[in-house]
C-alpha cells in the first residue's frame, strides 16, 4: 500500500468523525451481506454477520456517549448563526441543535435501557423519541443543505466569468455545490433510514427490509468516506 494512501488511512483513523465513519460503514455493509447470505439460505454467515453488524452499532453508540461536550461548544460557536448567508439558514441551524440536544440525553436513555442498566416500564416510548428526535435532526440538515445550494446558485449567477480571479472563484463554488449536492443525497438516504425506525404508521416506519436498510445504510456510508477525502482535497486547493 502507497505510503501516503496509507497515511491518510491513519489521519482519518486518529479523529473521531473518521472512525465513526469507519465503523459505520462496516456496521451497514455487515447488516447488507447478512441479508444476502440469509437470502441465499446460507444462515451460519447470515447470523455471523449480522452479530458483527450489531457489534458495530453498540460500539457507535458507545462512543456517541461523550458526544455532549462537544455538541455543547459547537452550539455555543454557533450561536444564533450570525456567520451563515441568511436568517432562514441560521433559523434551522439553531432549531436543529436545539433538537440534537434533545436527542442526546434520550439516546443514552435507551443505551442504558439496552444494557441492563435501567429498565423502565415502557422502553418502547424511549426508542420512539430517539428515532423522532434522529429523523428530526436529518431532515432539518437536508433542508438546510437545500437552502445552501439555492444560495450558491444564486451567488453564482452573480460572478464574473470573464475575468481570471471571478473564474477561479466560480471553479471553487461550483465544487462545493457539487459537494453540497451530495450531501443532499446522502441526507435523503439517511433520512429514509431514520423514518424507517419510526412505529408502524409514522411515515414509512418498519416497512424496510434488513437488505434495504443495509443498502441504504451502506451506500450513505460509503458515500460520507467519498466525501470525507474530497473535502479535505477541496480545501486544500
Not at 444476502?36 to 452499532?57: P, R, V, W
Request: hydrophobic letters at 40%; one cysteine or more.
Amino acid at each position: 500500500m502507497p505510503n501516503h494512501i496509507l497515511g491518510e488511512i491513519c489521519s482519518m483513523l486518529d479523529t473521531y468523525t473518521g472512525r465513526d465513519k469507519i465503523v459505520r460503514t462496516l456496521c451497514y455493509t455487515a447488516k447488507l451481506m447478512s441479508a444476502i447470505q440469509a437470502e441465499k439460505g446460507n444462515d451460519d454467515y447470515a447470523k455471523k454477520f449480522a452479530i458483527f453488524s450489531t457489534k458495530m452499532s453498540q460500539t457507535r453508540a458507545n462512543l456517541r456517549l461523550f458526544d455532549d461536550i462537544p455538541m455543547i461548544q459547537y452550539s455555543l460557536e454557533y450561536g444564533l448563526g450570525e456567520k451563515e448567508p441568511d436568517r432562514m439558514m441560521a433559523m434551522i441551524g439553531v432549531i436543529t441543535n436545539i433538537v440534537d440536544h434533545l436527542y442526546y440525553p434520550v439516546d443514552k436513555i435507551c443505551w442504558a435501557i439496552d444494557s441492563k442498566i435501567l429498565n423502565p416500564k415502557n422502553p418502547e416510548k424511549w426508542d420512539t423519541l430517539n428515532s423522532v428526535f434522529w429523523a428530526a435532526s436529518i431532515y432539518l440538515n437536508l433542508m438546510k443543505t437545500i437552502r445552501l445550494v439555492y444560495i450558491m446558485r444564486l451567488h453564482r449567477q452573480n460572478i464574473d466569468k470573464i475575468e481570471n480571479e471571478s473564474a477561479v472563484a466560480l471553479k471553487k463554488l461550483e465544487a462545493k455545490e457539487r459537494m453540497e449536492m451530495i450531501s443532499i443525497f446522502r441526507l435523503t438516504l439517511d433520512f429514509v433510514h431514520a423514518s424507517s425506525t419510526l412505529p408502524s404508521g409514522w411515515l414509512w416506519g418498519g416497512k424496510l427490509s434488513t437488505f434495504s436498510v443495509g443498502l441504504i445504510g451502506s451506500t450513505s456510508s460509503l458515500i460520507g468516506l467519498y466525501q470525507y477525502f474530497a473535502k479535505k482535497r477541496l480545501a486544500k486547493s
